[in-house]
């Protein structure tokens, strides 16, 4: 587990200096149009292709700190085995769909691999390295479903599976961080 949480910090990491790099990009891009009317070439399709890296390697650690959307009204007032279970039955149902969402994107981006597939455009950007980042933050977040679905039935098991906190509840007990 402590592999999987430096990777984690790692990709995020990675997702934290692509937002950087894009907001840098954009602002150096309007100053030059606005001043020079000399823009940097391509700079859209940078864009499109950090935003890759910004959206997907981040999705494993979020799911690591159970930040993502959840809409609790109805499962607050429930025991917390019933929460449990109803996370678990919510994450495999996740991981079966994320599943074949990851071998779909690395179908994509094996093809655009195959064919040296590229934007069209001034630079001619090769298409698979937005592909692959796509790829590799889809399969952490897969694999991050597997271990949390194997934890939780494992933790149903054995009576120690502690359900997720609502957001209301983290705010209140003053634990933002989880």
Not at 42 to 64: H, I, T
Not at 86 to 97: D, P, Q, R, Y
Not at 115 to 124: F, Q, S
Not at 156 to 178: I, Q
């Amino acid at each position: 587990m402590k592999l999987f949480e430096t990777i984690d910090r790692f990709v995020v990491a990675i997702a934290a200096v692509a937002l950087v790099v894009m907001m840098v990009l954009t602002t150096i891009s309007v100053i030059g149009r606005y001043f020079f009317s000399a823009p940097i070439p391509d700079d859209l399709v940078f864009s499109e292709m950090l935003m890759v890296f910004v959206v997907f390697l981040p999705f494993s650690a979020v799911q690591a700190k159970r930040e993502h959307v959840a809409v609790t009204i109805f499962t607050d007032w429930m025991p917390n085995n019933a929460k449990v279970v109803l996370e678990t039955i919510g994450v495999a149902v996740g991981l079966g769909i994320f599943t074949l969402v990851t071998c779909a994107v690395w179908t994509d981006f094996l093809l655009t691999w195959e064919v040296k597939a590229y934007v069209e455009g001034l630079l001619e950007l090769p298409e698979y390295p937005a592909r692959f980042a796509a790829f590799f933050g889809l399969a952490l977040f897969t694999v991050r479903l597997l271990i949390d679905v194997v934890t939780s039935i494992h933790g149903l098991a054995k009576g120690t599976a502690v359900a997720s906190l609502s957001e209301e509840a983290r705010l209140m007990s003053g634990d933002t961080s989880e």
